[in-house]
């Protein structure tokens, strides 16, 4: 038995057990792949694509992700690239917008049908990079012999999704390698770079959503994720990454409902909410005014000896 017929014997073998999935998260997407795709294993027909004129609406849909994307695309490329390695940016269906890979790999790429226009989703594809990180919402490795058809066990790729600034997903970082003696731990070498390129484009993306926003990066325990916070002039949060939304219970997706960025970090002090604005707003106009007390009162509209009132309740001092 050839070992093409043996990877689908398994696959057909474990995606068939009725508790494979909850085994392994790669038995479950290969039971996806089988039975709610009607996928086969075994079939041969080519990756398939979109059409051109789909391919460029989806370009102009995923603008300024990719002008954002572009550049970090290019600098992975430049550490991956000499190693057999092809970068590749997806949209939110795993249909591929992007690729980079060198000219010596690059007509493996397309007789693997890894290049701009093709539908590499779980529900086109079955397990692989591309579709099960989209599928699931995660980074994923996909190592050979652990894709569902037969005819993808000669690579191996390593993904990561990328999350839009309204918590959504709108594509996934993809890095396959053509090289037949990829290894595990390089896998995963090139895996954490993948993750962090994505992480980087989520950050940009996310203050190039916000421009006249301060964006605030707030501690969520052990996550790589980027939890970032945008706040206005009133200290008014008015949007979230998805890591951030996961880790202040905020709104999974869409706009969330504005609210004080102290009611999310916690820390009050003695000082109530009206009156911490206003020691704030004290503070601002004394180190303007270099502690001049009478300059700072100009500044604030307000007469001098009410400003010493202020200050005295704030338990301020000024020269």
């Known amino acids: 038995m050839s070992s093409l017929s043996r990877h689908i014997d398994h696959v057909l073998k474990t995606a068939g057990h009725p508790g494979a999935a ?32 789909a391919l460029t609406e989806r370009l102009d849909q995923a603008d300024r992700m990719r002008r954002i994307a572009l550049p970090k695309i290019d600098a992975l490329f430049q550490l991956v690239g000499g190693s057999g390695c092809g970068v590749l940016l997806t949209d939110a269906e795993g249909v591929v917008l992007d690729l980079r890979a060198s000219d ?42 652990e894709h569902f058809h037969a005819r993808n066990t000669a690579m191996s790729c390593m993904d990561a999704p990328i999350f839009g600034a309204d918590g959504r997903l709108i594509g996934a970082l993809d890095v396959s390698s053509a090289r037949a003696d990829q290894t595990a731990s390089f896998n995963q070498l090139i895996a954490a770079m993948v993750a ?61 409902t504005p609210c004080p960025a102290s009611d999310l970090f916690g820390g009050e002090d003695e000082v109530g909410g009206f009156d911490r604005a206003e020691r704030a707003a004290v503070n601002r106009a004394l180190s303007r005014a270099r502690g001049n007390v009478s300059e700072a009162a100009r500044l604030l509209g307000i007469g001098r000896a009410t400003l010493y009132r202020r200050m005295k309740r704030l338990g301020l001092t000024g020269g």
Do not use: M
């Open 22 to 53: 909850a085994r392994s998260r790669l038995a479950a997407s290969w039971r996806r792949s089988l039975n709610h795709y009607g996928l086969d294993p075994g079939q041969h027909r080519e990756v398939q694509r979109v059409c051109a004129h």
């Open 104 to 145: 010596g790999d690059s007509d493996t790429f397309h007789a693997w049908g890894l290049t701009p226009g093709a539908d590499w989703s779980e529900a086109s594809e079955g397990t692989n990079g591309i579709g099960t990180c989209i599928a699931e919402g995660r980074q994923v490795i996909i190592h050979r012999e």
């Open 196 to 256: 962090q390129t994505a992480r980087q484009i989520e950050v940009e993306n996310f203050r190039d959503a916000f421009p006249d926003a301060r964006i605030v990066t707030a501690e969520a325990g052990a996550t790589d994720a980027a939890v970032l916070l945008a706040v206005d002039s009133d200290d008014i949060v008015r949007g979230a990454t998805r890591a951030a939304r996961k880790a202040f219970s905020l709104a999974a997706t869409g706009p969330i």
